[in-house]
């Protein structure tokens, strides 16, 4: 047998427009060099497939977590370097340094495992020196710069070639996110009086829509690449939706007043009710939260709203306004008709986490 049964659920992924919120982020940083962040498999959309895409519009780096994330996109024949976001583990440093990925170091013991394994391999490394303006996460305070560097510069088989930083709440906390852009620059114009600092950069995409920072000459799209601003822009419409999350009608039936749907009975059927079981449940990656709360779906130019708790693989809606509905019906659950951003909200989730929770039983189908 040759033929193969169509999935219960899916998600479509448009790589044009991905490419089209990459170009949005040009024009709003047109002097400024781009990393787009494509780790947690480019936020649930396809690491590989996405770096293809991307890999002709002259980028400087591919954000990604890890050093696995980074091996993957070698092996694709991906030629944009990796930029390993996160700190590294001590194992992963020899792959690292071999193939010349890029790293962050927050600590002079980083730095100098860094340089005896360049030095093992008779090379210069290329890191960034991360600085700890505020998130609390990676890098060194500003403090402990003045101790820091006179270390590290001494170092002969590394080479500090960028600085980065991260925003906490450049989304929720002008002010704050303000005043962090001065303290990176006072971190960027101590460290260039040491090192040839060819990238500076601190900004994702709230970073990048809302604020101007004189000093830095790199930005970290994320959350824009895939269509949803993280806060109110210019841009907010010419950014292009670049995902779909599709489901089929498996089952319609019709149940009596006073009859439960799903774990718990939390929904008790109030008059007879024609319910549509449908093929995706929160093993696919639907959030379990969003039971209960007004979530919806859209079969047949009709909204039609989930009763219920979401099950492992499965959830159902009530069809009874709906004309005709019959298993094999395709099943909006994210797409013109229902935006993620409404999704995250009635989750009581943020978008990010939709997006990177769509699991890999979901096929994947790129246009």
Not at 116 to 129: C, G, N, P, S
Request: proline letters at 7%.
């Amino acid at each position: 047998m040759t033929n193969m049964s169509p999935p219960r659920a899916w998600v479509d992924v448009d790589l044009e427009a991905i490419a089209h919120n990459l170009d949005v982020a040009r024009q709003a940083l047109p002097d400024t060099e781009l990393m787009p962040v494509i780790k947690a498999g480019a936020y649930g959309h396809g690491l590989e497939p996405v770096a293809r895409r991307l890999d002709t519009d002259g980028i400087a780096f591919f954000g990604v977590a890890n050093a696995g994330e980074a091996r993957r996109l070698s092996q694709a024949g991906v030629r944009t370097k990796p930029f390993i976001l996160g700190p590294t583990f001590p194992e992963e440093r020899e792959e690292i340094v071999l193939n010349n990925w890029c790293v962050t170091i927050s600590t002079v013991e980083e730095a100098e495992h860094f340089n005896r394994l360049a030095e093992l391999y008779d090379k210069t490394f290329l890191v960034h020196m991360a600085v700890d303006t505020g998130m609390g996460r990676e890098g060194f305070l500003p403090a402990q710069l003045a101790e820091a560097v006179p270390a590290i510069k001494a170092m002969r088989h590394i080479m500090v070639d960028g600085v980065m930083s991260h925003f906490p709440s450049a989304d929720e906390d002008v002010p704050y996110t303000q005043n962090e852009i001065g303290l990176f620059t006072d971190c960027v114009q101590q460290l260039q009086q040491h090192f040839r600092l060819r990238y500076r950069h601190i900004a994702a995409s709230a970073g990048e829509l809302g604020y101007e920072i004189p000093v830095a000459n790199l930005a970290r799209p994320g959350l824009l690449l895939y269509g949803v601003g993280p806060m109110a822009s210019i841009y907010d419409g010419i950014l292009r939706p670049t995902l779909r999350l599709s489901s089929r009608v498996s089952l319609v039936r019709e149940l009596p007043a006073g009859h439960g749907v799903a774990y718990g009975r939390t929904y008790i059927t109030s008059q007879p009710t024609r319910v549509a079981t449908i093929g995706i449940g929160y093993a696919d990656g639907w959030p379990r939260s969003i039971s209960g709360r007004g979530a919806r779906v859209y079969i047949n130019g009709h909204y039609c709203p989930m009763l219920g708790r979401v099950t492992m693989d499965q959830i159902m809606a009530d069809v009874t306004h709906v004309p005709s509905v019959a298993p094999g019906d395709a099943v909006e659950l994210i797409g013109p008709h229902i935006p993620i951003t409404e999704v995250a909200e009635q989750a009581q989730t943020i978008v990010w986490t939709i997006f990177t929770g769509l699991g890999p039983r979901l096929p994947r189908i790129y246009s």
